[in-house]
């Protein structure tokens, strides 16, 4: 099948984890292992870190994105997610390397290559003010791994954020009131989500997807099993155990997907979502996100 997918968070795949990859060819051994599973573009993904970590890993993202070659899913830019990021809510993202909102330690991340999408947790002091020098730039904001509440997400939003990475995964969830309630609600917001039956409930998804129709997008969120099977895998510096179609660390915190996004369109298909908002959804809808021309892609 020729190649027809974006994904706007790709930590690793096929057995290369990104933000600890050697070289340029690792990087090009996740944009093949992505290819070869349908996706065509993509936003390799640089979690919480030591800054000299991912500012050594965007460079090698950018010595690939500047020379794409056939048989790759094209790098349309990195999503930093973190590592200004909620303690609470940090999921696998390493406790040491959380660090509050600093404009000096975003601009050095900013300068290492080409930033599409930022997620930060709106509620820290400081974020709101490095929300706006990001949207002032042209760089997409993401609400996420949050446990801001409805006045602190209304004022993310407020600042510019347009949308919110993996909707009810590390955030409050529903009953609770905060980002992803407000991101719902709100017509302005894209929203996220992975949609692989493990880390959102399908009725969850059914439920939620009938009142964001026209603007979800999906994400595999995958980590370097991904594309490969049961076994250990590397995700940053942590060790990942995949088993029974999950990806978890060894305390039992899930730690991104395993799945494909030929099996998130089928998920949908099964649960009755409209075929053309789950194509869009996985296709033109993310391009639309960060601004990149998806036929240009494609053609």
């Known amino acids: 099948m020729k190649p027809l997918y974006i ?3 790709v930590n690793g795949h096929g057995g290369v984890d990104l933000l600890s990859a050697k070289s340029a060819d690792e ?15 993509y936003l390799p993904t640089i979690i919480t870190s030591a800054l000299s970590d991912a500012v050594r890993a965007i460079k090698l993202i950018e ?12 790098i349309l830019g990195t999503h930093l997610e973190g590592p200004f990021i909620s303690m609470e809510k940090r999921g696998v993202h390493p406790l040491e390397h959380v660090v509050a909102p600093d404009l000096n330690h975003l601009k050095a991340l900013l300068k290492a290559g080409l930033i599409k999408i930022v997620t930060i ?25 949050t446990n801001a509440n409805r006045e602190e997400a209304i004022a993310g939003f407020n600042a510019g954020a347009k949308t919110v990475t993996h909707l009810f995964n590390a955030m409050p969830k529903p009953p609770l009131d905060g980002t992803a309630q407000v991101a719902i609600e709100r017509d302005d917001i894209m929203i996220q989500i992975i949609i692989d039956e493990v880390h959102v409930p399908n009725e969850l998804v059914k439920s939620t997807l009938a009142k964001v129709s026209d603007r979800f997008i999906v994400t595999n969120d995958p980590i370097a099993a991904a594309g490969l099977g049961s076994g250990t895998y590397s995700l940053g510096n942590m060790q990942i155990s995949v088993e029974g179609g999950q990806a978890r660390r060894a305390d039992g915190t899930l730690a991104g997907g395993i799945g494909t996004l030929s099996e998130s369109l089928e998920i949908m298909k099964s649960i009755g979502i409209n075929p053309v908002d789950a194509l869009a959804s996985i ?6 996100l960060i ?3 998806y036929q240009s892609l494609i053609s």
């Open 7 to 9: 994904d706007l968070q």
């Open 27 to 41: 990087v090009r051994k996740v944009s093949r292992s992505l290819y070869e599973n349908g996706v065509v573009g």
């Open 63 to 74: 010595e690939v994105r500047n020379n794409p070659l056939p048989g790759e899913a094209k």
């Open 121 to 145: 947790a709106p509620e820290l002091p400081g974020a709101i003010e490095l929300i706006q020098y990001l949207v002032a730039n042209g760089i997409v904001v993401s609400l996420g791994h």
């Open 283 to 288: 296709t033109t809808r993310p391009c639309e």
């Open 291 to 293: 601004g990149v021309d």
